[in-house]
């Protein structure tokens, strides 16, 4: 199997079931490829069984199952390469976070708006030719067309809290309507009014500190996060016959008002203690309240903390008719659009560049920088630092001069006039071009080039990458020798080259042969047994480094140190219930030991949804081993030798 070359294929795979457009769909599980075919007769079964690195084929369940093995996840991905069938959440591995604990929360905010960037830039485009078609009179802003366009400019921003919950729903395997219906809570206009108004709000005589949720961002990802907890708790423990929907509405009872008393006091106490301090600063030091203006203005939109700036810019205009907190903006803006920019002419990523033409634009006409931060100075890491740098050099230097604003605008290119007329405009300008130079330059010489094949997920385009997948051995599972006892007691253990391969959970322990899947009863996948389970409590069965973890929390596999790959899949097909009564306790590259829970899973509601339950311990490399044999039946209690190995 090493030797397959898994983009031919792939590629084989696709010719033999008709091509793509006989492919309605196109997912995978733990061993499998499974495809819904528009007109079974176009695929060629016997041609596709022979090919390398097919194990067998079958169809079930209206698929087309090809069985690849362990490698179904590189396949998976090659045939994303060369077809649009893949998405990134067909049962693929959860990345795993690497570095420190900003940059992973920078790679999760990425992954989120990765779907929506191209909707982002496409909106952010409009909106920067609006701007140009009022500006030069070619467009009346009162007129009833430009409202229209408006409204199609802004919708996206306005709504993006709904928006995120979808992708944020994926991430965090939740259920991505409830998740749309706590976003719309927030920008509900009755919420978006009491926001508004000067009136304390309470919830129950609980006190409200109220926030505007429009356009914002963190709210909704946290609200997601915690929206998962609940709900998993919620199927834990609420009956079957009420947990449908008692679950959502729950979920919703609990988590909307939770984030209005909690993320809304956070954000506006913070913002609030911000802008006075910015306000004192530009008393005493213009410059450096210039300078965090100019360098962190993107920062405080990320984290919603620019909402307790914006009463204050308004304040300045109805009361002086100019505002002094807007100055540095124009810096701040064009910086990180500067630094989009210098992508563009310096990345080989052709989809990046596809992203980052459009939302530079725009960036640079309308003052829309999501697309450019989210789409490409964010992911990229550099560029949206050097964003940072050449803003606080460019704001310090336009407030020195005291520039202003002398209307609400976006800052932008466009939006120059509005600052012409206050302080000075030279000075503006100066540091304005300084800070688009510094980012710019600081980019183009040191951002990040980005090879070619490297084309992908960041830049918001539909294509999985390679190595967001498992590896080759992705579903094996390594044993290490000399595991000491868990906490619960077991232990996998390794003499004189034995190893003992323990059972994952309490149960009847039933012969591969009579597993009632054709593929796992033949033996294809390596030996091993099924276990009729006795509850839901899954653990792991070996010492090792869990290689695959399926988001669908129905299959792992883990490898030893000893080099035996052990595949448990909870269930017979469970895949099709897509995580629901899964609950997983482990992610990819974790290190567990013999004992360590894996998941839980609600037997209830996979049996009521008419699955098999038997939980199924193969050793997926037997024929690279010495022998492999699993006990010949009764009952195992969790902890006992299900399996003996000799490496």
């Not at 708790?233 to 929907?245: E, K």
């Amino acid at each position: 199997m090493a030797t397959v070359d898994y983009r031919s294929l792939a590629g084989d795979i696709l010719q033999g079931v008709g091509g793509e457009r006989n492919i309605a769909s196109a997912t995978h599980c733990a061993t499998r490829l499974r495809l819904k075919l528009r007109d079974d007769s176009k695929a060629d079964q016997a041609a596709i069984e022979k090919l390398p690195g097919v194990i067998t084929v079958m169809k079930a369940g209206g698929q087309f199952q090809v069985v690849i093995g362990n490698n179904v996840p590189t396949v998976y991905a090659e045939l994303g390469k060369i077809t649009k069938l893949t998405d990134d959440d067909a049962g693929s591995d959860e990345p795993v976070a690497h570095g420190n604990l900003f940059n992973r929360f920078i790679d999760l905010i990425s992954s989120i708006f990765s779907p929506v960037i191209w909707p982002l830039a496409a909106a952010g485009l409009l909106k920067a030719f609006l701007s140009m078609a009022t500006q030069f009179g070619w467009l009346d802003p009162a007129s009833q067309t430009n409202v229209i366009l408006a409204a199609t400019a802004d919708a996206i921003f306005y709504f993006l809290p709904v928006f995120l919950a979808v992708t944020a729903a994926k991430r965090f395997r939740t259920n991505q309507f409830t998740s749309m219906a706590i976003g719309g809570a927030l920008v509900y206009p009755s919420i978006v009014a009491l926001a508004a108004q000067a009136e304390p709000v309470n919830f129950a005589g609980i006190p409200v500190v109220m926030m505007n949720y429009t356009s914002s961002v963190l709210p909704i990802i946290v609200a997601v996060w915690l929206q998962g907890y609940v709900e998993r708790f919620l199927t834990r423990v609420l009956p079957s016959a009420i947990r449908n929907f008692t679950t959502p509405l729950l979920t919703l009872l609990v988590m909307v008002p939770l984030v209005l008393m909690t993320v809304g006091p956070v954000t506006t106490f913070a913002s609030q203690g911000l802008s006075a301090g910015i306000n004192a600063a530009f008393t005493f030091a213009p410059w450096l309240a210039g300078a965090v203006m100019g360098g962190f203005w993107q920062v405080f939109v990320l984290f919603g903390l620019h909402w307790g700036l914006v009463p204050g810019m308004l304040n300045e205009l109805s009361t002086q008719g100019y505002s002094l907190l807007m100055g540095p903006l124009v810096a701040a803006v064009l910086s990180q659009a500067a630094a989009t920019l210098a992508v563009l002419f310096r990345t080989r990523n052709k989809a990046r560049r596809t992203v980052a033409g459009p939302a530079a634009l725009s960036g640079f006409l309308a003052g829309i920088t999501e697309p450019a931060i989210y789409g490409v100075n964010l992911p990229l890491k550099k560029p949206f630092y050097f964003g940072i740098a050449g803003g606080v050099v460019g704001g310090a230097i336009a407030a020195a001069g005291g520039s202003g604003a002398t209307s609400f605008v976006f800052a932008s290119l466009l939006a120059l006039p509005a600052y012409a007329s206050v302080g000075s405009f030279a000075l503006q300008l100066i540091g304005t071009a300084v800070a688009v130079v510094i980012a710019f330059t600081l980019t183009f010489i040191f951002g990040p080039r980005e090879e070619a094949a490297a084309a992908g997920a960041d830049a918001g385009t539909s294509v999985p990458e390679a190595v967001s997948v498992a590896p080759a051995a992705a579903l094996a599972v390594p044993a290490s020798s000399a595991v000491p006892a868990t906490a619960a007691g077991t232990a996998a253990t390794t003499v004189a080259g034995i190893v003992d391969i323990v059972a994952p959970v309490a149960g009847s322990a039933v012969a591969l042969a009579d597993v009632q899947d054709k593929v796992f009863a033949s033996g294809a996948m390596g030996k091993g047994l099924g276990i009729i389970p006795a509850d839901g409590h899954i653990y792991s069965p070996i010492t090792g480094t869990i290689k695959a973890a399926m988001k669908t929390g129905h299959a792992f596999g883990i490898k030893s140190e000893d080099g035996v790959e052990v595949l448990v899949h909870i269930g017979i097909d469970t895949v099709q219930l897509q995580g629901r009564g899964f609950e997983a306790a482990v992610t990819r590259g974790e290190q567990v030991r013999a004992g360590d829970l894996l998941a839980v899973v609600d037997l209830d509601v996979v049996t009521e949804a008419g699955y098999d339950t038997t939980t199924l311990v193969m050793v997926t490399n037997t024929a690279q081993l010495g022998s492999v044999e699993p006990v010949a039946g009764g009952t195992l209690a969790h902890g006992d030798t299900a399996i003996t190995v000799r490496v």
